[in-house]
């Protein structure tokens, strides 16, 4: 099958979108599959790619390491000469979701859009955030899913409340999958020694953007009562992000500087040792659709700590595979972590157990199998709709209508965001 992803964010950007296309895209192409990729161009991009098509965009929008992607260029329209798309997947609801969607209706097939964010807990990344803006971007996305044949949603809880916010279409709900030959790979030991590690340590770890939607504030400080109270425990963190240098800070100003380290962006090989070696993984975020970082610990056999929260509580079950802590609150968080390092071996290989079987279920093979099984679904259904010859009229005439169906999607998201604003006395 040929399969066309459009996704705003794509590597060498690190964040759960990018590797959710990398991941399908390598594991579809291991199939026989050919997978192109349109995204935009980030600055350290490899000189050559294969099957990917990038775009202008602007880099690092509003001080984030985000590239903001401009209209499709002649690149794109040059590509799809030569490739004949059976479907287009879109993991994002604007900029390059606009041209999946052009692409789709020019082509008539359909097209699939992974839930990848809860969107309105990320404008503040946008200037002017405000509730109203919240509103327009909770009501673009729900219409934009309505514009799309099926819609991916990460984890129950997403597909329970896209569907609340009024989703029509069928969801599906398809996690991101996790390599787990990759991350139970990794030499724990040797990543331990390289870091200073003494052999009777414990190792907390933290993956992921060093950013406030992270819920990095509440982490820190669960981990500086931790520390203070175990002076043989370590807190390390992979990532960049803008509160990178104010989590260093509030380590140093704690005095504990040299039990925190802050190791900057990893690749998958070096990341898969850091998993390796780390006692216990902490996770506070309660932004997520899915933890893509939670599974890939458990795939290298290390146990979560993690606030209840969505895309959370479908992968960490308290007591079997991790502890799910269900408040924030710094004094259980601090206490779950003190129960994963008083395991017993014994009750530490029993939980290695549960944590294996977790990784298997969220395994890569198995996911984009799903998502297969849906895409063939689509494929073989569409095709049937097309009752008017392909023309140059047919094709203008596709694109207008859906251009028409995005501005009036914009246009609803707006005047929603207009009349929640409130009245001035």
């Given at each position: 099958?040929?399969?066309?992803?459009?996704t705003?964010?794509?590597?060498p950007?690190?964040g759960?979108?990018a590797?959710?296309?990398?991941?399908?895209?390598?594991?579809?192409?291991?199939?026989?599959?050919?997978?192109l990729?349109?995204a935009?161009i980030f600055?350290?991009?490899?000189?050559k790619?294969?099957?990917?098509?990038?775009?202008?965009?602007?880099?690092?929008?509003?001080?984030?390491?985000?590239?903001?992607?401009?209209?499709?260029?002649g690149?794109?329209?040059?590509?799809?000469?030569s490739y004949?798309?059976?479907?287009?997947?879109s993991h994002?609801?604007f900029?390059?979701g606009?041209?999946?969607?052009?692409?789709?209706?020019?082509?008539?097939?359909?097209v699939?859009?992974?839930?990848?964010?809860m969107?309105?807990k990320y404008?503040?990344?946008?200037?002017g955030?405000s509730?109203?803006?919240?509103?327009?971007?909770?009501?673009?996305v729900?219409?934009?899913?309505n514009?799309?044949d099926?819609v991916?949603?990460?984890?129950?809880?997403?597909?329970?409340?896209?569907v609340?916010?009024?989703?029509?279409?069928?969801?599906?709900?398809?996690?991101?999958?996790?390599?787990?030959?990759?991350?139970a790979?990794?030499?724990?030991?040797?990543?331990?020694k390289?870091?200073?590690?003494?052999?009777d340590?414990l190792?907390?770890?933290?993956?992921?953007?060093?950013?406030?939607?992270?819920n990095?504030?509440?982490?820190?400080?669960c981990?500086?009562?931790f520390?203070?109270?175990?002076?043989?425990a370590y807190?390390?963190v992979v990532?960049e992000?803008?509160?990178?240098?104010?989590?260093?800070?509030t380590f140093?100003a704690?005095g504990l500087?040299e039990?925190?380290?802050?190791?900057?962006?990893?690749?998958?090989?070096?990341?898969?040792s850091?998993?390796?070696?780390?006692?216990?993984?902490?996770?506070?975020s309660r932004?997520?659709?899915?933890?893509?970082v939670?599974t890939?610990?458990?795939?290298?056999?290390?146990p979560?700590?993690?606030?209840?929260?969505?895309?959370?509580?479908?992968v960490?079950?308290?007591?079997?595979?991790?502890?799910l802590?269900?408040?924030?609150d710094y004094?259980e968080?601090?206490?779950?972590?003190?129960?994963?390092a008083?395991?017993?071996?014994?009750?530490?290989?029993?939980?290695?157990v549960?944590?294996?079987?977790?990784?298997?279920?969220?395994?890569?093979?198995?996911t984009?199998?799903?998502?297969f099984t849906?895409?063939?679904?689509?494929?073989?259904?569409?095709?049937?709709?097309?009752?008017?010859?392909p023309?140059?009229?047919?094709?203008?005439?596709?694109?207008?209508?859906?251009?028409?169906k995005?501005v009036?999607?914009i246009?609803h998201?707006a005047?929603?965001?207009?009349?929640s604003?409130?009245k001035?006395?």
């Open positions: 099958m040929n399969i066309l992803m459009a705003n964010a794509f590597y950007h690190v759960g979108v590797r959710s296309v990398q991941g399908f895209s390598a594991e579809f192409r291991r199939g026989g599959h050919r997978v990729v349109v935009p600055e350290g991009i490899p000189g790619e294969t099957d990917v098509v990038r775009v202008p965009a602007i880099q690092n929008f509003n001080g984030s390491d985000f590239s903001v992607p401009v209209r499709a260029s690149k794109v329209i040059s590509a799809l000469k004949a798309p059976q479907i287009v997947h994002h609801p900029l390059l606009d041209t999946a969607l052009r692409i789709a209706a020019t082509r008539d097939i359909p699939v859009f992974t839930h990848h964010t969107y309105e404008t503040h990344y946008v200037p955030d509730p109203q803006l919240k509103r327009f971007v909770l009501d673009l729900t219409g934009y899913c514009l799309c099926a991916i949603a990460p984890s129950q809880t997403v597909a329970e409340e896209i609340r916010r009024g989703v029509k279409v069928p969801v599906e709900v398809i996690p991101t999958g996790v390599d787990v030959d990759l991350f790979s990794g030499d724990g030991d040797a990543f331990r390289r870091m200073g590690i003494p052999p340590a190792l907390i770890g933290h993956v992921g953007r060093l950013a406030p939607e992270k990095l504030g509440f982490l820190t400080e981990m500086i009562r520390l203070s109270r175990n002076k043989r807190f390390f990532g992000g803008p509160l990178k240098q104010e989590i260093k800070q140093a704690q500087a039990r925190f380290s802050s190791l900057g962006v990893m690749d998958h090989p070096e990341l898969a850091a998993y390796q070696g780390m006692d216990v993984f902490a996770f506070a932004t997520e659709t899915q933890g893509m939670l890939e610990a458990m795939a290298a056999g290390t979560v700590v993690a606030v209840d929260a969505s895309g959370v509580r479908e960490v079950r308290d007591g079997e595979n991790g502890r802590v269900p408040r924030e004094e968080f601090v206490s779950a972590l003190a129960w994963v008083g395991l017993s071996l014994q009750e530490r290989k029993r939980l290695g549960r944590i294996a079987d977790t990784a298997d279920e969220f395994s890569m093979p198995r984009a199998a799903k998502t849906l895409y063939e679904s689509l494929v073989g259904v569409k095709p049937l709709r097309k009752t008017i010859e023309s140059l009229w047919t094709t203008a005439r596709k694109l207008i209508e859906e251009e028409w995005i009036r999607n246009a998201a005047g929603h965001a207009v009349l604003m409130p001035s006395k």
